[in-house]
């Protein structure tokens, strides 16, 4: 029979579960800004981590079967900026299209940068959603929309505490999540995501949009990325 002290032992040597980075909008105002700057640009996804009893865990691609990821449907992105901006999207791919949610989602993505991004890095976002065959600028309410996000390292700072590990899955690819963004490549393999259900603002419901994101410092572009993606929402 295992001996108290020893069943003890083994709950004290049990790892800490790493922080969880889910797509929830209401986890605070500085949350919400973040997470939607990262849906725009990488087509809402969030990683979904499940409490096995003993720790955390995400699921990637090397537990589901893997599907080949093909940009088709309406989702498209390209660099938008000069050819002498420092920071570009060398490649993105995400499937399903349309985006379902709640659902699955697949994504990958590689990117460089030729200086450090350090603060103050501001983020400006343009987004549209078609009306009736017509593309319609989405304002910015609550600081969500077309809305100019003016000091995101403080932005994650709020959201993920100094010290504290990055969010699965930047923690197991070494993706850091704070200012600032050392020079060089950057790489999220073929990850799998859980969508959870979420309650989205009544605009971004089923749809085609389009977004832009505008990475400046100090008024000097630094990235600028355009892409289109479509919703599909329960």
């Given at each position: 029979?295992?001996?108290?002290?020893?069943?003890?032992?083994?709950?004290?040597?049990?790892?800490?579960?790493?922080?969880?980075?889910?797509?929830?909008?209401?986890?605070?105002?500085?949350?919400?800004?973040?997470?939607?700057?990262?849906?725009?640009?990488?087509?809402?996804?969030?990683?979904?981590?499940?409490?096995?009893?003993?720790?955390?865990?995400?699921?990637?691609?090397?537990?589901?079967?893997?599907?080949?990821?093909?940009?088709?449907?309406?989702?498209?992105?390209?660099?938008?900026?000069?050819?002498?901006?420092?920071?570009?999207?060398?490649?993105?791919?995400?499937?399903?299209?349309?985006?379902?949610?709640?659902?699955?989602?697949?994504?990958?993505?590689?990117?460089?940068?030729?200086?450090?991004?350090?603060?103050?890095?501001?983020?400006?976002?343009?987004?549209?959603?078609?009306?009736?065959?017509?593309?319609v600028k989405i304002p910015c309410v609550d600081e969500i929309g077309s809305c100019v996000y003016g000091d995101v390292c403080r932005l994650l700072n709020l959201v993920i505490p100094p010290g504290q590990?990055?969010?699965?899955?930047?923690?197991?690819?070494?993706?850091?999540?704070?200012?600032?963004?050392?020079?060089?490549?950057?790489?999220?393999?073929?990850?799998?995501?859980?969508?959870?259900?979420?309650?989205?603002?009544?605009?971004?419901?089923?749809?085609?949009?389009?977004?832009?994101?505008?990475?400046?410092?100090?008024?000097?572009?630094?990235?600028?990325?355009?892409?289109?993606?479509?919703?599909?929402?329960?």
């Amino acid at each position: 029979m295992r001996s108290r002290r020893g069943q003890a032992d083994q709950e004290e040597a049990k790892p800490a579960p790493r922080p969880v980075l889910l797509m929830n909008l209401y986890t605070g105002n500085s949350a919400m800004k973040v997470m939607f700057v990262f849906l725009v640009h990488l087509g809402c996804a969030s990683a979904y981590q499940v409490d096995n009893g003993d720790t955390f865990y995400y699921r990637m691609l090397h537990n589901k079967k893997l599907q080949p990821i093909l940009s088709q449907g309406t989702f498209s992105w390209a660099n938008c900026g000069s050819k002498k901006e420092p920071a570009v999207l060398k490649s993105l791919s995400i499937q399903p299209d349309p985006i379902s949610i709640p659902g699955d989602l697949q994504a990958s993505a590689t990117g460089f940068t030729a200086i450090n991004l350090t603060a103050p890095l501001t983020v400006n976002v343009t987004l549209e959603k078609e009306v009736a065959g017509v593309w319609v600028k989405i304002p910015c309410v609550d600081e969500i929309g077309s809305c100019v996000y003016g000091d995101v390292c403080r932005l994650l700072n709020l959201v993920i505490p100094p010290g504290q590990d990055c969010p699965e899955p930047l923690y197991t690819y070494g993706l850091p999540c704070h200012c600032p963004f050392k020079a060089g490549e950057y790489s999220l393999p073929n990850t799998y995501f859980d969508l959870p259900p979420v309650a989205l603002p009544s605009w971004m419901a089923s749809g085609n949009y389009k977004a832009m994101g505008i990475l400046t410092r100090n008024n000097q572009e630094l990235a600028c990325l355009k892409g289109t993606f479509s919703l599909k929402t329960e």
